[in-house]
Protein backbone atom coordinates (compact mmCIF):
# COMPACT_ATOMS: atom_id res chain seq x y z
CA UNK A 1 0.00 0.00 0.00
CA UNK A 2 1.68 3.62 -0.74
CA UNK A 3 1.38 6.12 1.43
CA UNK A 4 1.66 9.73 1.61
CA UNK A 5 3.22 11.54 4.28
CA UNK A 6 2.93 15.16 3.78
CA UNK A 7 6.20 17.03 5.80
CA UNK A 8 7.60 13.51 6.11
CA UNK A 9 11.45 14.94 5.94
CA UNK A 10 10.53 17.07 9.40
CA UNK A 11 10.88 15.40 12.67
CA UNK A 12 7.72 13.64 13.36
CA UNK A 13 7.31 12.63 9.69
CA UNK A 14 10.60 11.04 9.35
CA UNK A 15 10.27 8.72 12.70
CA UNK A 16 6.88 8.06 11.08
CA UNK A 17 8.33 6.96 7.46
CA UNK A 18 10.91 4.72 9.00
CA UNK A 19 7.73 2.64 11.13
CA UNK A 20 5.56 3.16 8.42
CA UNK A 21 8.65 0.95 5.79
CA UNK A 22 9.07 -1.34 8.87
CA UNK A 23 5.48 -2.28 8.45
CA UNK A 24 6.23 -3.33 4.71
CA UNK A 25 4.08 0.18 3.42
CA UNK A 26 5.92 2.01 0.24
CA UNK A 27 6.10 5.47 1.08
CA UNK A 28 6.13 8.81 -0.69
CA UNK A 29 7.24 12.22 0.87
CA UNK A 30 6.32 15.22 -0.36
CA UNK A 31 7.94 18.20 1.86
CA UNK A 32 9.05 21.88 1.03
CA UNK A 33 12.17 22.43 3.40
CA UNK A 34 10.63 25.33 4.89
CA UNK A 35 11.72 23.37 8.34
CA UNK A 36 13.92 19.97 6.92
CA UNK A 37 16.76 18.82 5.05
CA UNK A 38 17.40 16.30 2.17
CA UNK A 39 19.76 14.63 4.19
CA UNK A 40 17.23 13.08 6.42
CA UNK A 41 16.51 10.80 3.43
CA UNK A 42 20.12 9.19 4.06
CA UNK A 43 19.21 8.88 7.56
CA UNK A 44 16.36 6.94 6.92
CA UNK A 45 17.56 4.78 4.32
CA UNK A 46 20.42 4.24 6.83
CA UNK A 47 17.76 2.37 9.52
CA UNK A 48 14.94 0.74 7.00
CA UNK A 49 17.68 0.16 3.55
CA UNK A 50 14.71 1.23 1.32
CA UNK A 51 14.71 4.72 0.14
CA UNK A 52 11.36 6.28 0.38
CA UNK A 53 9.87 8.11 -3.04
CA UNK A 54 10.29 12.48 -2.05
CA UNK A 55 9.07 15.20 -4.06
CA UNK A 56 10.29 18.59 -3.02
CA UNK A 57 6.59 20.23 -3.06
CA UNK A 58 5.21 23.68 -1.55
CA UNK A 59 1.54 22.45 -0.75
CA UNK A 60 -0.21 25.97 -0.77
CA UNK A 61 0.54 25.76 -4.65
CA UNK A 62 -3.20 24.08 -5.39
CA UNK A 63 -2.04 23.44 -8.72
CA UNK A 64 0.76 21.34 -8.37
CA UNK A 65 -1.21 19.54 -5.18
CA UNK A 66 -3.45 18.76 -7.84
CA UNK A 67 -0.71 17.35 -10.39
CA UNK A 68 0.67 15.45 -7.33
CA UNK A 69 -2.58 13.66 -6.80
CA UNK A 70 -2.75 12.97 -10.95
CA UNK A 71 0.15 11.52 -10.76
CA UNK A 72 -0.49 9.26 -7.51
CA UNK A 73 -3.82 8.19 -7.90
CA UNK A 74 -3.29 4.97 -6.37
CA UNK A 75 -2.20 6.34 -2.69
CA UNK A 76 -3.99 4.51 0.00
CA UNK A 77 -3.67 6.67 2.93
CA UNK A 78 -2.32 10.22 3.60
CA UNK A 79 -0.42 11.14 7.08
CA UNK A 80 -0.79 14.90 6.79
CA UNK A 81 2.18 16.38 9.32
CA UNK A 82 2.98 19.91 7.34
CA UNK A 83 2.98 22.78 9.31
CA UNK A 84 4.27 25.27 10.89
CA UNK A 85 4.60 24.38 14.69
CA UNK A 86 6.30 26.88 16.61
CA UNK A 87 3.35 28.93 19.11
CA UNK A 88 5.89 31.98 19.76
CA UNK A 89 6.40 32.51 16.12
CA UNK A 90 3.01 32.25 15.24
CA UNK A 91 1.96 35.17 17.71
CA UNK A 92 4.29 37.63 15.46
CA UNK A 93 3.66 36.02 12.45
CA UNK A 94 -0.24 34.68 12.30
CA UNK A 95 -1.38 34.94 8.46
CA UNK A 96 2.09 32.79 7.73
CA UNK A 97 0.59 30.58 9.88
CA UNK A 98 -2.78 30.79 8.78
CA UNK A 99 -1.81 30.29 4.68
CA UNK A 100 0.70 27.50 5.49
CA UNK A 101 -1.65 25.00 7.99
CA UNK A 102 -4.98 26.07 6.87
CA UNK A 103 -4.49 26.24 3.16
CA UNK A 104 -2.44 23.24 2.50
CA UNK A 105 -4.71 21.23 4.31
CA UNK A 106 -7.44 22.27 2.32
CA UNK A 107 -5.75 21.54 -0.96
CA UNK A 108 -5.23 18.01 0.05
CA UNK A 109 -9.06 17.22 1.34
CA UNK A 110 -10.12 18.64 -1.86
CA UNK A 111 -8.25 16.18 -3.91
CA UNK A 112 -9.04 12.99 -1.21
CA UNK A 113 -13.06 14.07 -1.40
CA UNK A 114 -12.77 12.96 -4.93
CA UNK A 115 -12.04 9.53 -4.31
CA UNK A 116 -14.49 6.94 -3.17
CA UNK A 117 -12.46 5.60 -0.30
CA UNK A 118 -9.84 7.96 1.32
CA UNK A 119 -7.92 7.57 4.93
CA UNK A 120 -6.55 10.61 6.51
CA UNK A 121 -4.27 10.71 9.92
CA UNK A 122 -3.78 14.53 11.13
CA UNK A 123 -1.33 15.69 13.22
CA UNK A 124 -3.36 17.81 15.92
CA UNK A 125 -1.93 19.24 19.26
CA UNK A 126 -3.00 19.27 22.42
CA UNK A 127 -2.84 23.23 22.00
CA UNK A 128 -6.32 22.74 20.69
CA UNK A 129 -7.46 21.75 24.49
CA UNK A 130 -6.25 25.74 25.51
CA UNK A 131 -5.33 25.69 29.18
CA UNK A 132 -7.44 22.69 30.23
CA UNK A 133 -9.52 23.39 33.44
CA UNK A 134 -8.74 19.71 34.70
CA UNK A 135 -5.32 17.48 34.59
CA UNK A 136 -5.10 14.98 33.24
CA UNK A 137 -6.88 16.18 29.62
CA UNK A 138 -8.88 13.65 28.34
CA UNK A 139 -10.07 13.69 24.71
CA UNK A 140 -13.99 14.89 26.17
CA UNK A 141 -12.30 18.09 27.35
CA UNK A 142 -13.91 21.31 26.56
CA UNK A 143 -11.83 23.21 23.57
CA UNK A 144 -10.92 26.49 24.86
CA UNK A 145 -10.19 29.67 23.02
CA UNK A 146 -7.04 28.92 21.19
CA UNK A 147 -4.47 30.70 23.07
CA UNK A 148 -1.66 31.12 19.85
CA UNK A 149 -2.74 31.39 16.12
CA UNK A 150 -0.75 27.92 15.86
CA UNK A 151 -3.20 26.55 18.45
CA UNK A 152 -6.22 27.70 16.14
CA UNK A 153 -4.95 26.41 13.08
CA UNK A 154 -5.08 22.55 15.05
CA UNK A 155 -8.38 23.49 15.93
CA UNK A 156 -9.59 24.72 12.59
CA UNK A 157 -8.31 21.80 11.09
CA UNK A 158 -9.98 19.40 13.12
CA UNK A 159 -13.58 21.57 12.52
CA UNK A 160 -12.81 21.07 8.78
CA UNK A 161 -11.75 17.24 8.65
CA UNK A 162 -14.52 17.02 10.83
CA UNK A 163 -17.19 18.81 8.16
CA UNK A 164 -15.89 17.58 5.52
CA UNK A 165 -15.64 13.65 6.47
CA UNK A 166 -19.49 14.25 6.96
CA UNK A 167 -20.06 14.83 3.41
CA UNK A 168 -17.10 12.30 1.84
CA UNK A 169 -15.92 8.92 1.67
CA UNK A 170 -12.99 10.59 3.77
CA UNK A 171 -12.41 8.33 7.36
CA UNK A 172 -9.71 10.45 9.70
CA UNK A 173 -8.22 10.12 12.63
CA UNK A 174 -7.14 13.09 14.73
CA UNK A 175 -3.83 12.37 16.96
CA UNK A 176 -3.26 15.46 19.67
CA UNK A 177 0.00 15.18 20.51
CA UNK A 178 1.18 16.84 23.82
CA UNK A 179 5.27 17.17 23.47
CA UNK A 180 7.72 14.92 21.26
CA UNK A 181 10.88 15.03 21.80
CA UNK A 182 13.80 12.06 21.39
CA UNK A 183 15.43 10.91 18.19
CA UNK A 184 15.78 7.11 16.60
CA UNK A 185 17.89 5.08 18.84
CA UNK A 186 20.72 4.85 16.07
CA UNK A 187 21.04 8.24 16.01
CA UNK A 188 20.30 8.27 12.26
CA UNK A 189 17.34 10.60 12.22
CA UNK A 190 16.21 13.19 14.91
CA UNK A 191 15.33 16.49 15.56
CA UNK A 192 16.87 19.11 13.19
CA UNK A 193 15.31 22.95 13.71
CA UNK A 194 16.69 25.05 11.67
CA UNK A 195 17.90 28.41 13.07
CA UNK A 196 17.05 28.95 16.76
CA UNK A 197 14.86 26.14 18.12
CA UNK A 198 11.33 27.20 19.20
CA UNK A 199 11.11 23.86 21.38
CA UNK A 200 12.38 23.39 24.65
CA UNK A 201 14.99 19.67 24.24
CA UNK A 202 16.75 21.44 21.31
CA UNK A 203 17.23 23.95 23.22
CA UNK A 204 18.41 22.27 25.83
CA UNK A 205 20.93 19.91 23.82
CA UNK A 206 22.14 22.80 21.95
CA UNK A 207 23.05 24.38 24.93
CA UNK A 208 24.71 21.18 26.51
CA UNK A 209 26.67 20.61 23.81
CA UNK A 210 27.75 24.49 23.62
CA UNK A 211 25.70 25.84 20.41
CA UNK A 212 23.92 28.29 22.89
CA UNK A 213 25.62 30.27 25.54
CA UNK A 214 22.77 29.20 28.15
CA UNK A 215 18.84 28.44 28.09
CA UNK A 216 15.70 30.57 28.59
CA UNK A 217 13.58 29.51 31.08
CA UNK A 218 9.97 31.53 30.48
CA UNK A 219 8.44 32.43 34.14
CA UNK A 220 9.59 30.83 37.47
CA UNK A 221 6.14 32.38 38.39
CA UNK A 222 3.32 29.41 37.37
CA UNK A 223 1.04 28.12 39.93
CA UNK A 224 3.15 24.70 39.16
CA UNK A 225 5.07 22.98 42.41
CA UNK A 226 8.07 24.63 41.15
CA UNK A 227 6.56 27.62 39.33
CA UNK A 228 7.69 26.28 35.65
CA UNK A 229 5.29 25.36 33.13
CA UNK A 230 4.57 21.64 32.92
CA UNK A 231 4.51 19.37 29.65
CA UNK A 232 3.68 16.14 28.66
CA UNK A 233 6.78 14.70 27.07
CA UNK A 234 6.67 11.87 24.51
CA UNK A 235 9.32 10.16 22.48
CA UNK A 236 9.27 10.93 19.06
CA UNK A 237 9.20 7.09 18.26
CA UNK A 238 6.29 5.79 20.54
CA UNK A 239 4.47 8.85 18.82
CA UNK A 240 5.49 7.81 15.47
CA UNK A 241 4.84 3.90 15.99
CA UNK A 242 0.81 5.09 17.09
CA UNK A 243 0.59 6.97 13.51
CA UNK A 244 1.29 3.26 12.32
CA UNK A 245 -1.41 1.69 14.41
CA UNK A 246 -3.76 4.47 13.64
CA UNK A 247 -3.16 4.08 9.97
CA UNK A 248 -3.53 0.31 9.88
CA UNK A 249 -7.06 0.76 12.38
CA UNK A 250 -8.46 3.20 9.05
CA UNK A 251 -7.00 0.50 6.51
CA UNK A 252 -8.88 -2.48 8.12
CA UNK A 253 -11.90 -0.75 8.66
CA UNK A 254 -11.50 -0.92 12.55
CA UNK A 255 -12.94 2.51 12.86
CA UNK A 256 -16.27 2.94 14.80
CA UNK A 257 -16.60 6.79 13.80
CA UNK A 258 -15.61 8.07 10.29
CA UNK A 259 -13.92 10.76 12.84
CA UNK A 260 -12.17 9.63 15.75
CA UNK A 261 -9.44 11.34 18.29
CA UNK A 262 -6.87 10.48 20.42
CA UNK A 263 -4.47 11.96 22.91
CA UNK A 264 -0.70 10.75 22.54
CA UNK A 265 0.92 11.25 25.52
CA UNK A 266 2.64 9.54 28.37
CA UNK A 267 -0.16 10.80 30.71
CA UNK A 268 2.78 12.02 32.85
CA UNK A 269 3.50 16.02 33.28
CA UNK A 270 7.25 17.21 33.80
CA UNK A 271 7.88 20.69 34.71
CA UNK A 272 10.72 22.83 32.58
CA UNK A 273 13.22 22.54 36.00
CA UNK A 274 12.26 18.70 36.15
CA UNK A 275 13.56 18.46 32.35
CA UNK A 276 16.56 20.36 33.25
CA UNK A 277 17.37 17.83 35.63
CA UNK A 278 16.83 15.23 34.12
CA UNK A 279 19.06 16.09 31.21
CA UNK A 280 22.00 16.95 33.57
CA UNK A 281 21.52 13.55 34.96
CA UNK A 282 21.50 11.40 31.57
CA UNK A 283 24.36 14.24 29.91
CA UNK A 284 26.56 14.16 33.05
CA UNK A 285 26.97 17.96 33.16
CA UNK A 286 25.14 21.00 34.19
CA UNK A 287 23.17 22.91 32.13
CA UNK A 288 23.49 26.74 32.69
CA UNK A 289 19.62 28.44 32.34
CA UNK A 290 17.85 31.57 33.31
CA UNK A 291 15.04 32.86 33.98
CA UNK A 292 13.30 35.37 31.85
CA UNK A 293 9.40 36.50 31.81
CA UNK A 294 6.95 34.64 30.11
CA UNK A 295 6.62 34.04 27.00
CA UNK A 296 3.08 34.86 25.15
CA UNK A 297 0.85 31.72 23.94
CA UNK A 298 2.29 29.62 26.52
CA UNK A 299 -0.14 27.51 28.69
CA UNK A 300 0.35 26.57 32.57
CA UNK A 301 -0.46 23.02 31.65
CA UNK A 302 -0.95 20.16 30.12
CA UNK A 303 -0.53 17.00 30.27
CA UNK A 304 -2.49 13.66 28.46
CA UNK A 305 -4.90 11.10 30.18
CA UNK A 306 -3.78 8.47 27.42
CA UNK A 307 -6.55 5.72 28.36
CA UNK A 308 -8.40 6.32 24.84
CA UNK A 309 -5.37 5.05 22.89
CA UNK A 310 -4.48 2.86 25.13
CA UNK A 311 -7.11 0.85 25.06
CA UNK A 312 -8.76 1.48 21.62
CA UNK A 313 -5.80 1.54 19.87
CA UNK A 314 -3.69 -1.23 22.27
CA UNK A 315 -0.79 1.45 22.11
CA UNK A 316 1.36 2.57 25.03
CA UNK A 317 4.42 5.24 25.42
CA UNK A 318 7.05 3.07 26.41
CA UNK A 319 9.97 5.38 26.81
CA UNK A 320 10.52 7.64 30.06
CA UNK A 321 11.66 11.15 30.10
CA UNK A 322 15.68 10.22 30.59
CA UNK A 323 15.37 7.49 27.68
CA UNK A 324 13.66 10.22 25.43
CA UNK A 325 16.77 12.59 26.63
CA UNK A 326 19.67 10.55 26.28
CA UNK A 327 18.58 9.60 22.88
CA UNK A 328 18.00 13.75 21.86
CA UNK A 329 21.99 13.97 23.62
CA UNK A 330 23.13 11.57 21.21
CA UNK A 331 21.83 12.65 18.05
CA UNK A 332 23.08 16.00 19.11
CA UNK A 333 26.75 14.98 20.03
CA UNK A 334 26.55 13.19 16.47
CA UNK A 335 25.29 15.60 14.12
CA UNK A 336 27.99 17.98 16.34
CA UNK A 337 30.55 15.32 15.60
CA UNK A 338 31.17 15.42 19.30
Not at 234 to 240: C, F, K, S, T
Not at 258 to 279: C, D, H, M, Q, Y
Amino acid sequence: MKILVTGGLGFIGSHTVVELQNEGFEVVIIDNLSNSSEEVLKGIFAITGKMPLYEKLDLREKTLVRNFFERHNDVDGVIHFAASKAVGESVENPLLYYENNINTLVYILQELQQKTEANFIFSSSCTVYGQAEKMPITENALIQPAVSPYGNTKQIGEEIITEVCKVSAIKAVLLRYFNPIGAHSSAEIGELPIGVPQNLVPYITQTGIGLRKELSVYGDDYPTPDGTCIRDYIHVVDLAKAHVIALQRLLNKKNLDKVETFNLGTGTGSSVLEVITAFEKVSEQKLPYKIVPRREGDVISAYANTDKANIVLDWKAQSTLEEALASAWKWERKIRKQ
